[in-house]
């Protein structure tokens, strides 16, 4: 089935607001609030020594609220000026903060992609709660924003990250050395990417994710229009 021609992208605050919600079938993500903060620094602090090996060194100061508003106010700068999308993944039944997913690095012109990264607590890890969200985002990317590719990079050595993105239908496609700082060094890292038109194999994408736009508005990812090839 070949891609229909999308609606005008939308961007900045009016694409990710406080009224802005992405569903799927296990997770719902929203943008970071201020009053997330104490789950947020409660979740981070108990998975530390998991979450160690996969990012930069945190700052001494990381988990504190005036780190944590820091964040918040840089995120919310990132999403007025279309350079950036935080989403914070809550569990959909009990509503618990599960993780996060950043698309950073937003860049348009001729290019029309961005870079995304995630996190999972570890108590939430080996759930598929990551797999659903990030399936989650693909619409909000290609739909939403208009983007063209996706791009996502991740540690050789971490076969849980590249099991997810394969299954998502990211597709590998190389090796850059010493490419983040990670943990103190730098690291060599696995380049994947997805595509708007790409064609993606229906069983990976099991979930019945939706976009609610601030004006209600519930957008279908199954629809031809998010560019998937199904």
Same mark, same amino acid.
Request: with cysteine.
């Given at each position: 089935?070949?891609?229909?021609?999308?609606?005008?992208?939308?961007?900045?605050?009016?694409?990710?607001?406080?009224?802005?919600?992405?569903?799927?079938?296990?997770?719902?993500?929203?943008?970071?609030?201020?009053?997330?903060?104490?789950?947020?620094?409660?979740?981070?602090?108990?998975?530390?020594?998991?979450?160690?090996?996969?990012?930069?060194?945190?700052?001494?100061?990381?988990? !504190?609220?005036?780190?944590?508003? #820091?964040? +918040? $106010?840089?995120?919310? &700068?990132?999403?007025?000026?279309? /350079? %950036? =999308? @935080?989403?914070?993944?809550?569990?959909?039944?009990?509503?618990?903060?599960?993780?996060?997913?950043?698309?950073?690095?937003?860049?348009?012109?001729?290019?029309?992609?961005?870079?995304?990264?995630?996190?999972?607590?570890?108590?939430?890890?080996?759930?598929?709660?990551?797999?659903?969200?990030?399936?989650?985002?693909?619409?909000?990317?290609?739909?939403?924003?208009?983007?063209?590719?996706?791009?996502?990079? !991740?540690?050789?050595?971490?076969? #849980?990250? +590249? $099991?997810?993105?394969? &299954?998502?239908?990211?597709?590998? /496609? %190389? =090796? @850059?050395?010493?490419?983040?700082?990670?943990?103190?060094?730098?690291?060599?890292?696995?380049?994947?990417?997805?595509?708007?038109?790409?064609?993606?194999?229906?069983?990976?994408?099991?979930?019945?994710?939706?976009?609610?736009?601030?004006?209600?508005?519930?957008?279908?990812?199954?629809?031809?229009?998010?560019?998937?090839?199904?």
């Amino acid at each position: 089935m070949s891609a229909l021609p999308r609606a005008a992208p939308v961007r900045g605050s009016a694409a990710l607001n406080e009224g802005t919600v992405l569903r799927g079938r296990t997770t719902t993500l929203t943008m970071p609030l201020v009053s997330d903060y104490g789950e947020w620094s409660r979740l981070r602090a108990e998975s530390r020594h998991f979450l160690r090996p996969w990012e930069p060194t945190w700052p001494r100061d990381d988990l !504190t609220r005036m780190a944590f508003r #820091r964040r +918040i $106010r840089r995120y919310h &700068r990132e999403i007025r000026a279309d /350079e %950036g =999308y @935080a989403f914070f993944v809550f569990e959909a039944v009990e509503g618990q903060l599960v993780g996060g997913i950043t698309l950073a690095h937003v860049k348009r012109g001729v290019t029309q992609s961005c870079s995304m990264g995630y996190w999972m607590g570890e108590r939430f890890a080996g759930q598929g709660l990551m797999g659903d969200a990030v399936r989650a985002v693909v619409p909000f990317c290609f739909e939403t924003l208009g983007l063209n590719r996706i791009e996502a990079a !991740t540690l050789p050595h971490n076969d #849980r990250s +590249i $099991r997810l993105l394969k &299954r998502v239908g990211f597709t590998e /496609e %190389g =090796y @850059a050395r010493r490419f983040l700082c990670i943990n103190g060094a730098w690291r060599d890292h696995v380049q994947f990417a997805l595509c708007a038109g790409d064609t993606i194999d229906p069983g990976r994408l099991a979930t019945q994710a939706e976009v609610v736009r601030p004006d209600g508005d519930r957008m279908d990812p199954f629809d031809p229009r998010f560019g998937l090839n199904l």
